[in-house]
């Protein structure tokens, strides 16, 4: 029996490993997709200001000579395949069409937790979980969000390496004060009086220092040192809120608690 019991153990570290790298590489290419929608937009504008120049060249030449009206039209072909590379670029990293379908958010919380168990264990942290009751279901694409979760959660328990203890929060709340992410206006992630669906996960940990809370979320900062954080857990998880339209903020004191507050949308976006 005890070589059955470590036969099973072996498969589910096998299964985990898997998991790990399986996440890492995702993290790799959604940080290249922001990279390269960056350096893409970088480069268009440039482009467009070129092709008014050359226009405007052709529009004051007229009559054109036939060699000069030659050259406008090559760099004009170039521009236009310059142009059409980067299109493709974007395309390419513009994140694709999640399927998204209704999810319960306490057995996502749950899977997350499985996934980072053994880390829980061999770190002594204690999971306290405060979950309302009766919690309508989310519309999100189950995968992208326990990602989210496992970044959330590896986060907290790095910030933890003495021991301590993790608060998993989930409750409906209606927003009715104005944030960055909560207003009147039509673009506006939250309208006022929304009511919402609220996970918190807060740590005992190290927390954040002041000129650090406004670089959480950029692509590779990382305070882990190298071979510990490549420092895309954050970016990462704060592009799928918003692939759900949802929120995420991070609350933190140095010394004494780092609390991330993620806001769903009830109902979910198509
Ligand atoms: P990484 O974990 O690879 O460093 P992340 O994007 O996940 O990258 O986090 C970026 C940085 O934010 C971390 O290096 C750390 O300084 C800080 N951070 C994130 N979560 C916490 C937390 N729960 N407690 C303290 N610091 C945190
Ligand atoms: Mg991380």
Redesign the pocket.
């Known amino acids: 029996e005890r070589k059955q019991k470590e036969d099973e153990l072996k498969m589910a570290y096998a299964e985990l490993h898997k998991i790990q790298a399986e996440l890492i590489e995702s993290e790799k290419l959604a940080a290249i997709g922001i990279l390269a929608s960056g350096v893409a937009h970088e480069i268009r504008n440039p482009l467009a200001v070129i092709l008014q120049g050359v226009n405007f060249l052709e529009n004051r030449l007229k009559p054109c000579p036939k060699n000069i009206s030659e050259i406008l039209n090559l760099i004009k072909d170039n521009i236009r395949r310059s142009d059409n590379t980067i299109q493709g670029i974007l395309n390419f990293s513009r994140k694709t069409e999640l399927s998204k379908q209704k999810e319960d958010i306490k057995s996502m919380i749950e899977s997350s937790l499985l996934l980072v168990q053994h880390k829980i264990k061999l770190g002594n942290i204690e999971i306290s979980r405060q979950l309302q009751a009766d919690l309508p279901e989310i519309i999100v694409n189950r995968q992208k969000i326990e990602q989210a979760l496992v ?2 959660l ?3 328990i ?2 933890i390496p003495g021991g301590g203890k993790i608060f998993i929060r989930v409750y409906l709340k209606k927003l009715e004060e104005i944030t960055n992410v909560v207003g009147r206006r039509k673009d506006d992630l939250f309208v006022l009086g929304e009511q919402s669906l609220i996970v918190e996960i807060e ?1 005992t ?4 220092s002041k000129e ?1 809370t406004d ?3 950029l692509p590779f ?4 040192g190298p071979n ?10 704060r592009n799928i809120m918003l692939m759900h339209r949802g929120a995420i903020e ?1 609350i ?1 004191q140095e010394g004494k608690f ?1 609390k ?1 507050v993620l806001t769903f949308k009830i109902g979910g976006v198509e």
């Open positions: 970044n959330i590896l986060n907290a790095e910030a740590d940990g190290a927390g954040i650090n670089k959480l979320f900062f990382t305070t882990k510990k954080g490549v420092g895309l857990g954050l970016s990462v998880t991070i933190s780092t991330v």
